[in-house]
Nanobody, 124 residues
């Protein structure tokens, strides 16, 4: 059974940091581009970050560039999202997703598997 499980979310003050993890099971992420997306109440799903399956190229949403870092450890079948200088507007449910042989610019609809999400709340 293919699964993605996010962890590491929580409550943090503005300016603080969090590191999210996304553990895959039931398959290897080696051939998957991995992405992070977020959803806040009454807002559309937003692209946060993605990392390629070939050469660890990364892409970031404009609102998080310079603050968030996406990385992967294929040996641990895990993807990470390091978030720094957090702002209240970063509050959302964060989802990781896997896109077989995908490109880091692919839209969410092209992703094959999704996790259940982890809540991040940033207080002002």
């Amino acid at each position: 059974q293919v699964q993605l499980v996010e962890s590491g979310g929580g409550l943090v003050r503005a300016g603080g940091s969090l590191k999210l993890s996304c553990q895959a099971s039931g398959y290897t992420i080696r051939n998957y581009a991995m992405g992070w997306f977020r959803e806040a109440p009454d807002k559309a799903r937003e692209f946060v970050a993605a990392i390629s399956w070939t050469d660890d190229l990364t892409d970031y949403g404009d609102s998080v560039k310079g603050r968030f870092t996406c990385s992967r450890d294929n040996a641990k079948n895990t993807v990470y999202l390091r978030m720094t200088s957090l702002k209240p507007e970063d509050s959302a449910v964060y989802y990781c997703a896997a896109n077989l042989y995908g490109n880091i610019r692919d839209p969410p609809s092209w992703y094959d598997y999704w996790g259940q999400g982890t809540q991040v709340t940033v207080s002002s």
